[in-house]
């Protein structure tokens, strides 16, 4: 149980363009999500948490402009990165809350290069 | 805010040897305390965890130990072996707050 997805699993695209991310729970029904980004050999960084039917709050330091989040149902999430540049590059990682008030759990990831 | 910091960065063991990373926090409101594995590439994995409410938990191989009074929790994992190498990473939340943050992470490389 306690299953996330996330799609697509890589992602290239030319700089200028949007590019959006989904973010699923498959076996339960996440009323939080979490959207982080991850560099090379790097800790997890929060960008923002994503509840169901409100607005997204976002960490300090990241464009919400930039970084559109959808929770629409509670099963999923979005993330869109609006024209996309070089350093948007990098490995995006949803999690979802599940049963325990804090128990989190991750997809696979999604790698993005902006070229 | 919160700020988890992890020791070492890196930890090299033998087969068969314990493993100990290291994790303190800032926040005594802080009460859950996870523990993720992530191998290259992949996503990060729950391997365990514990509650303010509890000073010790083991699972098999693995157990983790919370100090609240010194701020601070530890993951020990015993016998290693070479599929336990990856990057350890340790997390702080409050209830109802959500959010974890993350320690630095600690890549473990067990050799044969």
């Known amino acids: 149980g306690a299953v996330v997805s996330q799609h697509p699993s890589r992602v290239i695209c030319k700089s200028g363009t949007s590019v959006k991310i989904e973010c699923r729970s498959l076996?339960?029904?996440?009323?939080?999500m979490f959207w982080y980004r991850q560099f090379p050999k790097k800790s997890l960084m929060l960008m923002a948490t994503?509840?169901?039917?409100?607005?997204?709050?976002?960490e300090q330091g990241v464009e919400k402009d930039k970084f559109l989040i959808n929770h629409a149902s509670l099963t999923l999430s979005t993330l869109t990165v609006t024209s996309a540049h070089p350093e948007d590059s990098s490995f995006y990682i949803c999690?979802?809350?599940?049963?325990?008030?804090?128990?989190?759990?991750f997809g696979p990831g999604t790698r993005l290069l902006v070229l | 805010g919160e700020n988890v910091e992890q020791h070492p960065s890196t930890l090299s063991v033998q087969e068969g040897d314990s493993a100990v990373i290291k994790c303190t926090y800032s926040?005594?409101?802080?009460?859950?305390f996870p523990w993720y594995k992530q191998e290259l590439g992949k996503r990060p994995q729950l391997i365990i965890d514990i509650r303010s409410n509890v000073g010790e938990k083991k699972d098999q191989r693995i157990a983790v130990t919370l100090n609240k009074t010194a701020k601070h929790f530890s993951l020990h994992i015993t016998e290693t072996q070479p599929e336990d190498s990856a990057v350890y990473f340790c997390a702080a939340s409050q209830t109802g707050f959500q959010k974890l943050v993350f320690g630095t992470g600690t890549r473990l490389l067990v050799s044969p």
């Open positions: 926040d005594s409101a802080s009460n859950y």
């Open positions: 999690s979802a809350r599940s049963g325990a008030p804090e128990t989190q759990y």
């Open positions: 076996d339960f029904q996440a009323t939080t």
């Open positions: 994503s509840n169901e039917g409100s607005k997204a709050t976002y």
